[in-house]
Every structure is written in C-alpha cells, then in structure tokens.
Nanobody
Framework: QVQLVESGGGLVQPGGSLRLSCAASGRIQRINAMGWYRQAPGKQRELVAT???????VYADSVKGRFTISRDNAKNMVALQMNSLLPGDTAVYYC???????????????WGRGTQVTVSP
C-alpha cells in the first residue's frame, strides 16, 4: 500500500505564508504526478497545483504568482510554499500522487488525509 502524509497547515493572518509538505511511502515503483488540491466548506475539491516527475507545473489561476510547488523525487516528497495568503485560501489541503505500485503496471491515485489551512485576522 501507499501512504501520503501531509504536514504544515495552520492558522495565519492575511498576507502571511505557510509551507505544506507531503511525503509518500510504501510499495512504490514510480510516482508520476504529485500535487495539491483543496476543499473549502460547501465547495468542491479543486486543483491548486501539480508537478510531474520531470518538473512541469500547473497552477490554478487563483494562486499563480503566490504559491510555488516543488518536488524531491529522491525523497518522494512534494511541497507547496504559499505566500500572500488570502482569506479565500482557507480550506483543507490534500496531497495527491499518481503512483505505479510495486508489482503493477497501472497508475493509481492516492490521497493524503488533508491538512487545514485557515487565513484569518
């Protein structure tokens, strides 16, 4: 099995910064895309940012220029540096990884349990 464990959420004032980290472990043959999604109360889960194993990135328009995603392939880790945070960024943030497990040829989606980010005065 594959596990994703997030860390780094919390409470921050508007304009502040937070850094989220996620580590993947378990029976991993290869990790393709990794990234972050978020879900605010009463809203659907939405993409924040993703990064491929080759380093190509995609960002939601709402976070471009404020958030930066990075990845350490050797450590199976992905991070999200969030700057200039806004109250609208308040949500539960979920780590995502597309993983080919050992003894498999198929990519499967795995999710972390989520970490709360609250932006409030």
């Amino acid at each position: 099995q594959v596990q994703l464990v997030e860390s780094g959420g919390g409470l921050v004032q508007p304009g502040g910064s937070l850094r989220l980290s996620c580590a993947a472990s378990g029976r991993i043959q290869r990790i393709n895309a990794m990234g972050w999604y978020r879900q605010a109360p009463g809203k659907q889960r939405e993409l924040v940012a993703t990064v491929t194993s080759g380093g190509s990135t995609v960002y939601a328009d709402s976070v471009k220029g404020r958030f930066t995603i990075s990845r350490d392939n050797a450590k199976n880790m992905v991070a999200l540096q969030m700057n200039s945070l806004l109250p609208g960024d308040t949500a539960v943030y979920y780590c995502y990884a597309g993983v080919v497990p050992l003894d498999s040829t198929w990519n499967r989606d795995f999710w972390g349990r989520g970490t709360q980010v609250t932006v409030s005065p």
